[in-house]
T-cell receptor
Framework: NAGVTQTPKFRILKIGQSMTLQCTQD?????MYWYRQDPGMGLKLIYY???????DKGEVPNGYNVSRSTTEDFPLRLELAAPSQTSVYFC???????????????FGPGTRLTVT | GESVGLHLPTLSVQEGDNSIINCAYS??????FIWYKQESGKGPQFIID?????DKRQGQRVTVLLNKTVKHLSLQIAATQPGDSAVYFC??????????????FGKGTRLSVIA
């Protein structure tokens, strides 16, 4: 299994441009998440999804959109890039087991985004 | 709102010594806690987890201790090695009326191992 994969690894955007960060997992996980991590800081949740067709806002959703049309993919869309969105973006997934629930999240390698 | 915090932002340890990384949590309803390790330029990697019905759990060279009375979590690394140098995050899973909620991460502690 490749686990959680993210593309691109790096990207530079101009203010006002738009882009989609791709995230795919091959572990058949039902939960998927998007986080941003600013330099020297912890992870802030942007959006998450508990299954295909279901998404919910996290702590910092403004300026972002998501969709979850399949179990495997969870793209993150930036419509009008702003310098405040310069960060490293991590996608993660987890599986909720019946009976014994587990919350371990598996993270992708990250996308480093710079908006200038 | 509820938050997960850490006592120390940085920790320097001599190679071979034991490391202890502390974490305070404020949500008494949290029932699950995780420690992650993040090396430079990489995504967080799972180390060990513990549920609220336990107070100690051991892995390979790592031990997590949970003190629910004072809402404190710690990660102990035995015989610290240079490869242990990283940022360590604790995370909690609060239980709410809406059911499962995503993990809440702390700011992290940077562990530097001195050879």
């Amino acid at each position: 299994n490749a686990g959680v994969t993210q593309t691109p690894k790096f990207r530079i955007l101009k203010i006002g441009q738009s882009m989609t960060l791709q995230c795919t997992q091959d572990m058949n996980h039902n939960y998927m998440y998007w986080y941003r991590q600013d330099p020297g800081m912890g992870l802030k949740l942007i959006y998450y999804s508990v299954g295909a067709g279901i998404t919910d806002k996290g702590e910092v959703p403004n300026g972002y959109n998501v969709s979850r049309s399949t179990t495997e993919d969870f793209p993150l869309r930036l419509e009008l890039a702003a310098p405040s969105q310069t960060s490293v973006y991590f996608c993660a997934s987890s599986y909720l087991k019946s009976g014994r629930e587990t919350y371990e999240q598996y993270f992708g390698p990250g996308t480093r985004l710079t908006v200038t | 709102g509820e938050s997960v915090g850490l006592h120390l932002p940085t920790l320097s340890v001599q190679e071979g010594d034991n490391s202890i990384i502390n974490c305070a949590y404020s949500n008494s309803a949290s029932d699950y806690f995780i420690w992650y390790k993040q090396e430079s330029g990489k995504g967080p990697q799972f180390i060990i987890d513990i549920r609220s019905n336990m107070d100690k759990r051991q892995g390979q060279r790592v031990t997590v201790l949970l003190n629910k009375t004072v809402k404190h979590l710690s990660l102990q690394i035995a015989a610290t090695q240079p490869g242990d140098s990283a940022v360590y995050f604790c995370a909690e899973n609060p239980i709410t009326n809406s059911g499962n909620t995503p993990l809440v991460f702390g700011k992290g502690t940077r562990l530097s191992v001195i050879a």
